[in-house]
Structures are given as C-alpha cells and as structure tokens.
T-cell receptor, first 110, second 114 residues
Framework: TQLLEQSPQFLSIQEGENLTVYCNSSSVFSSLQWYRQEPGEGPVLLVTVVTGGEVKKLKRLTFQFGDARKDSSLHITAAQPGDTGLYLCAGADTGNQFYFGTGTSLTVIP | DTAVSQTPKYLVTQMGNDKSIKCEQNLGHDTMYWYKQDSKKFLKIMFSYNNKELIINETVPNRFSPKSPDKAHLNLHINSLELGDSAVYFC?????????????FGNGTRLTVT
C-alpha cells in the first residue's frame, strides 16, 4: 500500500486568507487527483495532474504536481466559506490503482 | 439524476449479523469499486470490478464479498459483522481502469455495528 501524507491534517482560517495543502509520498505516481468531500457525501473530483511540474488552475484553486511526481500541492487564494470540506489527494500507481491521502479538513470562518 | 447511488444510507446492526449494501451507476462506466472510510476519514480501496471481473482484492477479510450481477451494479455483502466493521462504505465507478479516469463516488453508507 502506497502512503500519501497530507499536511496539515486540520486547518481553520478566516475568510479571505490564503492557504496551501501538501500531499507527499516516497512513491512515484503516474497521475494524481485531488478531491473535495463534504459531510454526508462522497468525494468529488477537483482536478487530475499527470505531468511532473504541471500546474493547473481552477478559479481560486491552484494545483501543482511535483517534478518527480511524488508530491503535489493545492493552493487556495482568498478562501471562502464554500471551500470548507475535506480535501483528499489520490495517487495512481503503475497498476492504475488509486491510493488516497490522509486528508486535510479545512474550515473557512466567515 | 444520481450517477452513483448506494443504499441504504445508514445501517445499524448487531455483531454477528449478515448485511448487504447495494450500488448502482447509470454512467455506463466499465469499472466499479468499494472503498472503506474509517473514523479518521482515511479512504481505502477494498475491491475493484472491471466488466464484472474482480481485478483488485485488497487484503480484506473474506467475510466481505462483492457481487456484480451486471456492469451497472456492484453490491457488497458482509457476513458475521464485527465491531471493527463500523465505517462509511463508498461505492465508486470510473469510465475505465486508468490513471486518468476520475472516480465518481456515491454518497456512502454509514455502517454501525453494535
């Protein structure tokens, strides 16, 4: 089982602040996905990154895949209460099996 | 229209009982999965089915058995339930088995074993 460590585990910030969530592993992944999960619901895909060094932007969210494809980061600019949720990274190994990270619970206070 | 639906939403039962969770996807996807999310929110794959064939079977007790009557359904049957089985179980599907194929999750079944 591949291990993806996310940090921080919990994050509580004020509306309008910026934040970064990290997803780190010692394993190389063929791709990496980020999901957001809200209470009582399943995770929903935000983005897939495939190429080492790749940067993708989704409105106020910026995702980066590490050059060595072992790590990723998610940066949120000017956080809003609607960003509150559990953020999960998931790496795909060469067998196309997805391993999920340990999760980051984000709370944005109005 | 719900893409991946699973029932029931909540399941409370006693130790030793046998229970099933049903899952259906209307996305026409080839691959379906069962994941277990523990109390710390860690999501771990249990099973994967591609075109009705089991392709991944993580180290789960054989009390857990997936059943896929057709490509759109993947049910999970659990025998002799134990306290440690309490968790949220998620069904998911993907268009194909590939690293670029996103997972579409159901809303989960919260299983509580007393």
């Amino acid at each position: 089982t591949q291990l993806l460590e996310q940090s921080p585990q919990f994050l509580s910030i004020q509306e309008g602040e910026n934040l970064t969530v990290y997803c780190n592993s010692s394993s190389v992944f063929s791709s990496l996905q980020w999901y957001r999960q809200e209470p009582g619901e399943g995770p929903v895909l935000l983005v897939t990154v495939v190429t080492g060094g790749e940067v993708k932007k989704l409105k106020r969210l910026t995702f980066q895949f590490g050059d060595a494809r072992k790590d990723s980061s998610l940066h949120i600019t000017a956080a809003q209460p609607g960003d509150t949720g559990l953020y999960l990274c998931a790496g795909a190994d060469t067998g196309n099996q997805f391993y999920f990270g340990t999760g980051t619970s984000l709370t944005v206070i109005p | 229209d719900t893409a991946v639906s699973q029932t029931p939403k909540y399941l409370v039962t006693q130790m030793g009982n046998d229970k099933s969770i049903k899952c259906e996807q209307n996305l026409g996807h080839d691959t379906m999965y069962w994941y277990k999310q523990d109390s710390k929110k860690f999501l771990k794959i249990m099973f994967s089915y591609n075109n009705k064939e089991l392709i991944i079977n993580e180290t789960v007790p054989n009390r857990f058995s997936p059943k896929s009557p057709d490509k759109a359904h993947l049910n999970l049957h659990i025998n002799s339930l134990e306290l440690g089985d309490s968790a949220v179980y998620f069904c998911a599907s993907s268009q194909f088995q590939g690293s670029n194929s996103p997972l579409h999750f159901g809303n989960g079944t919260r299983l509580t074993v007393t």
